[in-house]
């Protein structure tokens, strides 16, 4: 999975290929956080809030309001009081790292992308799930998500083999395109292009009309850029590039790369330069969802979620996946499979009340309060796929087309993807640079 993000999509959205792999998000802001500062707090303390009430540590913006609804019928139907803390994106690795250092964890809380959660769930402050999805649980789950949720065997993160997290949304990473600004220059939002060409084609005509033709955050980079790159490799092929085997100097990662070249020689990315920082994702966002100054971007499902609660009014835009390479030698597959979801405190004095509303919470009929309420694509199989909105049809129609690669970019590389495609759009590294970049960060890693 991925990214998606993940993440009320300002930030962490574990993107696109899980814990195990790439977190979606659907916007990931976090790195990894250092793990010898949780370990060192690691041992001792039970964590856990005082009192009486489950305390829920919520990283999403866009989902907070379905939560809270949701934690208020809990607490009716079993007696269970569960307070939602709400922290938001922005400080929401600050605190739990914070709280994780002084012993002081909450009974449950959001994950995000795998770079910024293993370090709390090598120090133990995660329930290992894995025995509680066999049977039942986990049979309510579509495959994709708990097989991008499992940390396997020798995984970069040297997380004990495992799954830690439960969620309820299945997310993916593409296209969302402002429908009016479409129709306006004669395009047909409904349809997707057939073909990248085609796709640059219409940003042109977008931009001659005076609006922002495309843009993407630099922080999702990586996800643009893997998900590109399934048009030339299979799984095992990306994978082997992230684990090393592979060099990132393939004729493969070079076509892939290009594409940022030609959208860029194109003069279709929105003011020339990619938006960076904790805040590019929301930056990016905003001028589509709340100003409506760019035509389309790259983003994760959970920005829908986003739009309801910040530009509730705008609601005419569409989805697709990132369109096909005209020279790809692969079906492409989009970068997804788990999004929002928690994990559990194990040390806390709550750790059973707090399992029991997760799973609830991960059931078919409360997943189907988040697709209606967020919206968003659930990650039960039992939900009916008219609960998905028109705006993630385009998206939710190749939902079964998930990248499924059992390891991760690793922190150092991805870092350098994501300074190396800025660097390629202003034009400051070559293609080739870029890969070389790519292969000293991996060897040195």
């Not at 607490?75 to 250092?101: A, E, M, N, W, Y």
Request: hydrophobic share 40%; proline share 5%; aromatic share 8%.
């Amino acid at each position: 999975m991925t990214r998606f993000h993940t993440a009320g999509s300002t930030g962490p959205t574990a993107t696109t290929t899980g814990p195990s792999r790439r977190g979606f998000l659907l916007g990931a802001i976090g790195t990894g956080l250092a793990t010898t500062s949780l370990a060192a707090c690691g041992s001792g303390g039970s964590g856990g809030s005082g009192g009486s009430e489950v305390v829920f540590m919520n990283q999403s913006r866009g989902q907070a309001a379905t939560l809270k609804a949701l934690a208020e019928q809990y607490t009716k139907q079993s007696g269970v009081k569960i307070r939602i803390d709400d922290v938001g994106p922005t400080d929401f690795l600050t605190k739990l790292q914070s709280s994780s250092q002084s012993r002081n964890m909450p009974d449950m809380y959001s994950v995000v992308d795998g770079h910024s959660m293993a370090p709390y769930y090598k120090v133990g402050w995660a329930m290992d799930l894995t025995d509680r999805m066999k049977g039942g649980w986990g049979d309510t789950f579509r495959p994709a998500t708990l097989k991008t949720t499992t940390f396997g065997a020798d995984n970069p993160q040297h997380v004990k083999p495992g799954i830690y997290s439960a969620h309820w949304e299945t997310p993916a990473l593409g296209i969302f395109v402002n429908a009016a600004m479409y129709k306006a220059v004669g395009l047909d939002p409904d349809k997707a292009p057939a073909s990248m060409s085609e796709f640059i084609d219409q940003l042109r005509k977008i931009k001659k009309s005076g609006k922002g033709p495309f843009w993407f955050a630099t922080s999702l980079s990586n996800q643009v850029i893997q998900s590109y790159a399934s048009n030339y490799m299979t799984d095992d092929e990306l994978n082997a590039t992230f684990v090393g085997e592979n060099s990132w100097k393939s004729e493969g990662w070079r076509k892939t790369l290009q594409l940022v070249v030609d959208l860029r020689d194109a003069g279709v990315i929105a003011t020339g330069s990619l938006p960076s920082g904790t805040t590019d994702n929301p930056t990016v966002e905003k001028a589509f969802f709340n100003t409506q100054g760019v035509a389309a971007i790259f983003d994760g499902t959970s920005a829908v979620g986003v739009a309801r609660a910040t530009a509730p009014d705008f609601t005419d835009f569409r989805s697709f996946p990132l369109p096909k390479a005209d020279d790809g030698t692969q079906a492409p597959r989009m970068v997804g499979g788990a999004a929002k979801g928690a994990a559990v405190n194990p040390r806390s004095k709550k750790a059973a009340k707090a399992l029991k509303f997760l799973q609830w919470l991960t059931a078919p009929d409360q997943q189907q309060a988040f697709a209606k309420g967020v919206p968003l694509i659930p990650s039960a199989r039992a939900v009916s796929e008219k609960d998905i909105p028109e705006q993630l049809t385009g998206i939710a129609a190749k939902i079964s087309d998930i990248q499924l690669v059992q390891n991760q970019i690793l922190e150092q590389v991805n870092t350098a993807l994501q300074k190396g495609t800025q660097a390629l759009v202003l034009k400051e590294r070559t293609v080739d640079q870029v890969l070389g970049d790519l292969d000293a960060a991996q060897k040195s890693a």
